[in-house]
């Protein structure tokens, strides 16, 4: 039986983490969550953050998936201490690059008997698990050949005999402490003899890369999705095969839908791209990602990166599923929106304002001082930064292509006599002077319409759908500012038109 302390106890100050991705598709949400925890422990601790590529995987590996993960990361925040693009001293950090540790490996274990050759043949594989699905209880695969003495294998290595590579699984049970989880024990007639080296040769298997990797680098803790638990036990044994001290680990809950199944693409977005593309704000992806399976008091649930570093600790973390609201997802990145500077909201926007075509980045960069004030005014409004364009549009039409907004319109309509308070409004207007402040042009506006005795939404309804065409938004008198008197007063009087 194996027993695993737990290794906090055994390296208290040199805490090693790694996250290993395969690089075979879009940077999934799940990825970047099993990430920001690594991050944030190794952060905490003082420890080091590996990135490791495992990329055996030839026939889905794609280099844009490869710069997706390193963009993203990057992007995030997380930043690695090892690894692709910074080095280090327990490289190579891609698993193809590693090939020849993996045969030592398998040598070291053969001549050790953990390992043996199985030469069964595809069809009496196949055999089994046809007989396999007949069970009524799953039964271990034990090979026909794990008997076999050494010169015997050898000779039908010889002979040219294909074989794979499988792992002796001894009887008992292992036992270990998830940081997550608590004590977890399995039975090994519960484990196949498992293959580290494929029939034919090829790339050596996840289980085994991961273990021999983990201790080459020198990994003390890995922290990884719920779906890896399984594999824990295989792991273990190699691990007490190799001889060395196993790291700790900690099973993170699985990121589930609303529906309760595992997070896909069935109930909506999975990747970092997609939020990104539609303008979450990164304070706010970090902050939620940290929420799936994490709380910080039970209450707060806005706080920042450092608050989640100084705090985290994995047994804190939740053996439950961690459930994906995408209602919360859109709340929270509202708030780290709100909260940022109009300077810094204005360089976040201007990409989707360029990208809907509202106007140039040289005519934006040309009035900076005037974009950002705009984006302050409709700041209230805005939950993600792909809002901004719908909100800013009316500024970049001129006054006879600024479209009405139906709910507007009709706002606007249903004000009798709404034209000729809106053209003596213009005349008064006019009279003011330009550079006024919005603030105080607004309460005089007022005074003058309590001097006519007429109600403030007779005028206001009336001028909101004149100035931008929509039923809500800004301070009116800001919006003339923000247009300018000289279109403000083109605006009044296309409406007044309108309503004549
Ligand atoms: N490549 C594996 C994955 O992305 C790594 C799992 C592990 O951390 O051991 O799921």
Not at 208 to 226: K, Y
Not at 258 to 283: I, Q
Not at 286 to 293: E, I, P, S, V, W
Request: one cysteine or more.
């Amino acid at each position: 039986m194996l027993l695993i302390g737990l290794p906090s106890d055994e390296h208290p100050l040199s805490m090693r983490v790694r996250i290993a991705p395969s690089p075979t598709g879009s940077v999934h949400l799940g990825l970047c969550r099993t990430a920001l925890f690594n991050w944030a422990h190794a952060r905490h601790a003082g420890g080091t953050f590996v990135l490791r590529i495992e990329d055996t995987d030839i026939e889905r590996n794609t280099p844009e998936s490869l710069a997706a993960i390193l963009e993203g990361l990057r992007w995030l925040g997380l930043d690695w201490d090892e690894g692709p693009e910074v080095g280090g001293e327990h490289g190579p950090y891609f698993q193809t690059q590693r090939l020849e540790n993996y045969s030592k490996d398998v040598e070291v274990l053969l001549a050790a008997g953990h390992l043996y050759r199985d030469f069964s043949t595809p069809e009496q594989q196949e055999v089994w698990r046809a007989e396999q699905e007949q069970r009524k209880q799953r039964v271990a695969y034990r090979g026909a050949d794990r008997d076999l003495s050494p010169e015997a294998s050898m000779e039908r290595v010889q002979a040219g005999e294909p074989f794979a590579v499988r792992f002796r699984i001894p009887e008992g049970q292992t036992r270990f402490t998830d940081l997550v989880r608590g004590e977890v024990t399995l039975p090994h007639g519960e484990v196949d003899d498992w293959v580290l080296v494929r029939r034919g040769g090829g790339m050596p298997t996840y289980n085994f890369t991961v273990v021999s990797d983990d201790m080459a680098m020198g990994i003390t803790c890995v922290l990884r999705g719920e779906e890896h638990l399984v594999n824990t036990p295989k792991q273990l044994l190699l691990y007490e095969a190799l001889g060395s001290e196993p790291p700790a680990f900690g099973h993170l809950p699985l990121l589930l839908g609303k529906d309760r199944r595992k997070l896909s693409k069935r109930t909506g977005d999975t990747s970092l791209g997609d939020y990104r593309a539609k303008g979450y704000p990164r304070g706010a992806i970090l902050n939620f990602l940290a929420l799936q399976g994490w709380a910080l008091d039970g209450e707060t649930e806005v706080f920042s990166m450092e608050t989640f570093v100084e705090h985290f600790d994995p047994a804190q973390v939740s053996k439950g599923g961690a459930i994906f609201d995408p209602d919360k997802f859109l709340w929270l990145a509202g708030e780290y929106l709100r909260a940022e500077s109009p300077a810094d909201l204005a360089e976040h926007c201007l990409p989707f304002v360029l990208s809907e075509g509202l106007a140039s980045q040289d005519e934006l960069r040309g009035r900076w001082d005037w974009f950002v004030q705009l984006i302050q005014a409709v700041q209230e409004r805005l939950s993600l930064y792909s809002d901004a364009p719908k909100w800013l549009a009316p500024y970049f039409v001129g006054a006879q292509d600024l479209v009405y907004e139906t709910k507007a319109e009709k706002g606007a309509r249903k004000h009798e006599g709404a034209g000729d308070l809106l053209m003596a409004f213009a005349a008064w207007l006019g009279e003011r002077p330009a550079s006024e402040d919005p603030a105080l042009t607004g309460a005089a506006a007022r005074q003058w319409l309590e001097d006519r005795g007429a109600k403030i939404g007779s005028l206001f309804q009336p001028l909101r759908c004149a100035l931008t065409g929509q039923p809500g938004g800004p301070d009116l008198f800001l919006i003339i500012s923000l247009l300018g008197r000289q279109e403000a007063l083109l605006r009044i009087e296309r409406m007044v038109g309108a309503l004549a």
